[in-house]
């Protein structure tokens, strides 16, 4: 059995045929590391009857691909295997992650791409599987070492305070350097080694609990058919004393949805408000008044509107964005021949005949002087407005003595290539009477007023434009002056801002999430003028994360203080919707009761060909110094100062002794 290659310079891929062992595989992939192909294994583990490992493929110019006489690979001695591959949508703690694949003929992996596998064997628990190859400098000779008979190793037990240190050296006879383990998550797997002996401080401030009350470690629930809790249990001790507790929570579809309003009880009390919880990409097309498409009007200008959107205090987003467009609105113009700033144009002017008193307060801005008429004269003011290109129609606002009056200008008379106006006041009839007029051709009156004494303030025209939101901008999050989104000008199209994703994540790091777990973050968008913009085609990427999630420890102690002996401590999950719910990850930090904790002794080659169990077993009895618990810190009795204990495994003597302190 053997692989044969071909390389296909011009499509930019490598073609595998024949068949072999992963080793072989391997040795080939290696051999191609000049097209940017490369290979690494997870290296060597002690395993059972069931052996999991991992291997990842890189390709950077070539394609990888499997040609028809391809046969799949095997190892050696032959066992049989399973291999899955990594689709890269989901995450590492997803259990969909996983997908089971089979090196098999008219397969291709992409270039580019590093592609990982996973691979799961079944031996015999003393067999020892080859499942790579030996190759100088590459980590590519992993081995599935077998688990032979427990060596004979005498072991010692001392009973000592929690807290309460030794020192403990260790070292192997023939051995040039020694590694220990220890199976608590303060110290771990490799925790010291030394060369020819290894020495530490043993000194366990607490313990961990990982389990649920049935062992497990990994519990799914769903949420269906209007069920809207489910409990979980995990046992503990009454006179534990908690020092942290936190697990993990990964929410799945289920019947359609995902877990929401999701609530953690701890004895019918509530611990955890965590809300929206899912592992996949979410995306949020509404503001927090379920509207996808929304108008904003500003009736003054400049304004700035305020909208929201809910979304989970703890979600991850990943983007997001939304379109803005501008729409019809009012432009005042004061001056017919001033421009304004919303597009008011400055080729008007004005006409007068007459005798006026102080005519020029009648169009200077000011709202509260005046100008009028000779008494016993007739005047006339025109006013003639340059229509903007955008104008559907106008209103004229006048201020005389009395209410401002605004009157519509007639269809006839704004559809004159030219708006004028005029101010007819004959103050020469009793009473005074003032024409207010527009021209179609000829003079069209649109009201009379009379009075005995008539002054005229201000006028002016507000132009009602197709487009008339000018310099708008966006912020999101806090309001800090940070435009998120700005645009300088007409807004007369369709904008799709920025990914604004960051301002929405500094927000929920601090805001104060509802009773479902939801914060409404605002956005506030600005206008210079008035008029209106159109919010749609929201897009707001994110997933909900909450974990770690930390349990009340409070409500787990006041559990505990009211139960007997060992105690199952309930947890209940409340969904309001369909979904399933996955919890692993479980530390229960504690000190208390009884735990022993196994000392591992070992050169690196005897752990790859034998399992040494334990050199040592150490016994605390958890009480604290000076409290009245349980045993007491009578219990504290090493049988003496110093402790040895000795075993031989193969002609290599192990010596482990023990000084307390």
């Not at 503001?287 to 991850?316: M, R």
Request: net charge neutral; glycine share 6%.
């Amino acid at each position: 059995m053997t692989f044969t290659k071909r390389v296909y310079s011009k499509t930019k891929k490598v073609f595998i045929y024949g068949s072999g062992s992963l080793a072989l595989f391997f040795a080939l992939l290696i051999s191609l590391s000049y097209l940017g192909i490369d290979v690494q294994t997870s290296g060597d583990q002690i395993c059972s009857d069931i052996c999991i490992s991992y291997f990842n493929i890189s390709l950077k110019d070539y394609s990888l691909c499997f040609g028809s006489t391809f046969k799949g690979v095997t190892t050696e001695p032959n066992v049989i295997i399973e291999i899955y591959k990594a689709d890269m949508r989901y995450r590492l703690n997803n259990p969909l992650r996983w997908k089971p694949y089979n090196l098999s003929a008219n397969k291709c992996l992409d270039k580019n791409k590093t592609h990982e596998f996973k691979i799961i064997g079944y031996k015999q628990p003393e067999q020892t599987i080859k499942w790579g190859l030996d190759l100088q400098g590459k980590n590519l000779d992993p081995f599935w070492y077998g688990i032979n008979t427990t060596a004979n190793i005498s072991t010692t037990e001392l009973l000592m305070e929690l807290g309460s240190q030794v020192n403990i050296t260790a070292n192997i006879s023939g051995a040039t350097s020694v590694c220990v383990d220890i199976d608590h998550p303060a110290y771990n797997v490799s925790y010291v080694c030394g060369t020819p002996s290894a020495t530490f401080l043993f000194n366990i401030t607490y313990f961990r609990n990982n389990q649920f009350n049935d062992s497990q470690t990994i519990k799914n629930i769903s949420f269906r058919d209007n069920q809207a809790n489910q409990t979980i249990y995990i046992k503990q001790h009454q006179y534990d004393e908690i020092i942290n507790a936190s697990i993990n929570i990964t929410g799945f579809i289920n019947n359609g949805t995902y877990p929401t309003n999701v609530k953690l009880y701890i004895n019918n009390s509530l611990s955890n408000n965590l809300g929206l919880v899912y592992s996949g990409n979410i995306i949020l097309n509404e503001l927090n008044d379920s509207s996808t498409i929304k108008n904003i009007t500003f009736s003054s200008s400049p304004q700035t509107k305020t909208d929201y959107f809910k979304i989970p205090k703890n979600a991850n987003v990943v983007s997001a964005y939304l379109n803005l467009t501008g729409y019809e609105g009012e432009c005042d113009q004061e001056t017919a021949n001033i421009t304004s700033f919303c597009g008011g144009l400055s080729t008007g002017n004005y006409k007068t005949d007459g005798n006026w008193v102080y005519l020029s307060r009648i169009y200077d801005e000011t709202w509260d002087t005046y100008g009028y008429c000779t008494p016993t004269e007739d005047c006339n003011l025109t006013i003639n407005y340059t229509k903007p290109a955008l104008a559907v129609n106008a209103t004229w606002k006048i201020k005389r003595e009395g209410p401002i009056t605004n009157l519509p200008i007639p269809s006839d008379c704004f559809n004159y290539p030219n708006i004028s106006l005029r101010l007819n006041s004959r103050t020469g009839l009793s009473p005074i009477t003032l024409n207010v007029q527009c021209f179609n051709g000829t003079w069209k009156n649109l009201v009379t007023y009379t009075t005995y004494s008539f002054y005229i303030y201000e006028e002016q025209v507000i132009w009602n434009m197709t487009y008339n939101i000018w310099n708008a901008s966006m912020e999101s999050g806090i309001n800090d002056g940070l435009q998120e989104w700005n645009y300088t000008g007409l807004l007369n199209s369709t904008n799709k801002t920025s990914n604004f994703n960051t301002s929405i994540m500094t927000y929920l790091s601090s805001c104060s999430q509802d009773n479902n777990g939801y914060c409404s973050v605002p956005i506030y968008i600005t206008s210079a003028t008035k008029g209106k913009i159109q919010i749609s085609d929201i897009q707001i990427n994110f997933s909900s994360n909450p974990n770690p999630v930390y349990l009340n420890i409070t409500l787990i102690e006041n559990f505990l203080n009211y139960s007997s002996n060992f105690a199952n401590i309930p947890l209940k999950f409340e969904s309001s919707q369909n979904g399933t719910l996955q919890i692993d990850d479980i530390r229960l930090d504690y000190a208390g009761g009884n735990k022993t904790s196994n000392i591992l002794v070992y050169t690196q080659i005897a752990k790859k060909y034998t399992n040494i169990t334990s050199i040592g077993n150490y016994t605390f009895d958890g009480t604290n110094v000076g409290e009245d618990t349980a045993g007491g810190i009578g219990n504290f009795t090493p049988t003496s100062i110093a402790q040895e204990t000795t075993g031989c495994i193969r002609n290599n003597c192990i010596n482990l002794s023990i000084d307390s302190n």
